[in-house]
């Protein structure tokens, strides 16, 4: 088993007055040669949007892009006329394909929304934007992982263009579960949202992150309540 440790406080961080960004990889102004991607994971940024405020329409292309809100709610538009609000247990992604233009605000205007951005880059390239949202039962990931991304949607999971899984779990203090390996080429990527938990002989305290290749399982012990996402993609070189 090959490990690396991403800590919370290592992150890039950029600070914009209305935006407040923390980025896990190199993302705009923050560069790390060390942080470039891990596998097919290329962007893991940590975003609290001040009320009112938010990215005006930009494009994208050939990447797949999945919003986690974590409080608050989004809103999104795009060059398709679709205009959706995405809440906290919602999940959204989005194939940009052959190019799709975007915006997302903060739906209040008063409240701030903390969501995290993550981009894959994608198993096919050039295919049709698309779109697609659901709502997760929050009650469905409560000492056990709930499925909210996978290559063929199954699990009632939201669809993505790549051989990756995303799982969403939050462990009651001393409870513990082993996570298997999706598939023999990809890697896990474990982001801890909130809480401590132990992954093999590693601490891992909030925003803190660890990178696994080569293993067969890994034994995760939550040494407090805690909130965890596992990322589990194709290690691409």
């Known amino acids: 088993m090959k490990t690396i440790i991403h800590r919370g406080n290592t992150r890039g961080f950029a600070d914009h007055g209305w935006l407040q960004s923390y980025h896990t990889f190199s993302f705009a102004g923050y560069y790390n040669p060390e942080r470039i991607h891990f596998g097919a994971l290329r962007v893991l ?3 609290t949007v001040k009320g009112g405020m938010g990215f005006g329409a930009h494009p994208h292309d050939n990447m797949e892009i999945v919003s986690i809100p974590l409080s608050g709610a989004l809103e999104h538009k795009d060059n398709t006329g679709r205009h959706k ?3 906290q247990h919602d999940v959204q992604i989005m ?18 929304v903390k969501f995290l951005q993550i981009w894959l880059f994608p198993k096919e390239k050039d295919i049709a934007p698309r779109y697609e949202q659901k709502a997760f039962d929050p009650a469905g990931r409560v000492n056990r992982l709930q499925t909210v991304v996978a290559p063929d949607g199954a699990d009632d999971a939201l669809h ?9 779990g939050k462990f009651e203090k001393n409870n513990s579960f082993s996570y298997a390996s999706k598939r023999a080429q990809n890697g896990a990527y474990i982001f801890v949202l909130n809480g401590r938990v132990k992954i093999g002989e590693e601490v891992l305290e909030a925003r803190d992150a660890m990178g696994v290749t080569d293993y067969d399982k890994l034994d995760v012990n939550a040494l407090e309540d805690a909130e965890l996402l596992i990322m589990d993609v194709p290690m691409l070189q």
């Open 160 to 168: 993505i263009n790549q051989d990756a899984w995303f799982s969403l």
């Open 95 to 112: 194939s940009a394909g052959t190019g799709i233009q975007h915006s997302e605000f903060n739906a209040s205007k008063t409240e701030p």
């Open 85 to 87: 609000i995405i809440n």
């Open 45 to 47: 940024n940590d975003d």
